[in-house]
């Protein structure tokens, strides 16, 4: 079930580009920046925990429950994707893990008052 929003099509539409750009992220050669410690795993956590949360302001529902476990199979596809298909990434165990509890953290959003905020935006800004 959609939440009740002015413009759902919008919406959906920009989760949906967001759910690519991880995709496209996950795929192309990493950038030569500096890495701290554990800092992959917490862009994996992040990526994934914002994905959820989104869905969480354009959904509603059991539907929910569908789209995070469809997002850990995305993240562990993901996974295997880059170690078959690229020279410079690799399965990672601890990736996936990440990713998975980046997506039990954004589910939580749907208990919370911050699960209507997209819907106060619109109301506020009368979109």
Same mark, same amino acid.
Request: positive net charge; contains cysteine; proline residues 7%.
């Given at each position: ?9 919008? @919406?959906? /539409? ?8 991880? $995709?496209? &992220?996950?795929? %192309? ?5 500096? /890495?701290?410690?554990?800092? !992959?795993?917490? +862009? ?5 925990? +914002? ?10 529902? #059991?539907?929910? $429950?569908? $789209?995070?476990?469809?997002? &850990? *199979?995305?993240?562990? *596809?993901? =996974?295997?994707?880059? /170690?078959?298909?690229? /020279?410079?990434?690799?399965? =990672?165990?601890? !990736? *996936?893990?990440?990713?998975?509890? +980046?997506?039990?953290?954004? %589910?939580?959003? *749907?208990?919370?008052?911050?699960? +209507? @905020?997209?819907? #106060?935006? =619109?109301?506020? %800004? #009368?979109?």
């Amino acid at each position: 079930m959609r939440r009740p929003l002015r413009w759902p099509r919008v @919406w959906l /539409s920009l989760w949906l580009l967001a759910v690519l750009a991880v $995709i496209a &992220v996950s795929l %192309l050669p990493p950038p030569p920046l500096p /890495s701290a410690p554990g800092s !992959d795993k917490l +862009g994996h956590f992040l990526a994934y925990s +914002g994905l959820m949360a989104c869905a969480v302001q354009v959904f509603a529902g #059991r539907v929910l $429950i569908v $789209i995070a476990l469809l997002l &850990v *199979a995305l993240g562990l *596809a993901l =996974e295997f994707a880059q /170690s078959a298909l690229t /020279s410079t990434r690799m399965f =990672e165990v601890h !990736d *996936a893990l990440a990713n998975t509890v +980046g997506v039990l953290a954004g %589910l939580t959003v *749907a208990s919370t008052p911050a699960a +209507g @905020w997209l819907l #106060r935006l =619109e109301r506020r %800004l #009368r979109l």
